[in-house]
């Protein structure tokens, strides 16, 4: 199943180097009908949008609404250094 646009930050990530990144919280149902979550990130002067693995696992989607609406910019930091550590691939998307 394709994923689904969870929640559109309106705060922007920063990496270590002072580039803002806008944050987007994205989900998919698996098999056993829990939602998996992870956080796409993509800079704002123009680039490849990066990709966390599974930041979290919710028993359905109202759930992992509210995980996402929770988050906040320090979390949102720490994502971003997360998922611009994983390889990415030639679609430009991080590891499932």
């Known amino acids: 199943m ?4 969870i929640h559109d ?3 922007r990530a920063r990496d270590q ?7 987007r919280a994205t989900g998919r149902e698996r098999e056993d009908g829990t939602w998996i979550g992870r956080i796409q990130f993509t800079p ?3 680039g490849v949008t990066r990709s966390t693995m599974r930041e ?3 028993p359905n989607r109202t759930a992992l609404v ?7 910019e320090v979390y949102l930091d720490g994502a971003l250094e997360r998922a611009l ?5 030639s679609t430009g998307a991080s590891r499932a």
Not at 2 to 5: F, R
């Open 44 to 46: 704002l002067g123009g």
């Open 66 to 72: 509210y995980w996402a609406y929770g988050l906040d």
């Open 56 to 58: 979290t696992t919710q």
């Open 2 to 5: 394709a994923e689904s646009l």
């Open 9 to 11: 930050f309106t705060m």
């Open 85 to 89: 550590r994983e390889p990415v691939s």
């Open 17 to 23: 180097d002072g580039h803002l990144y806008r944050a």
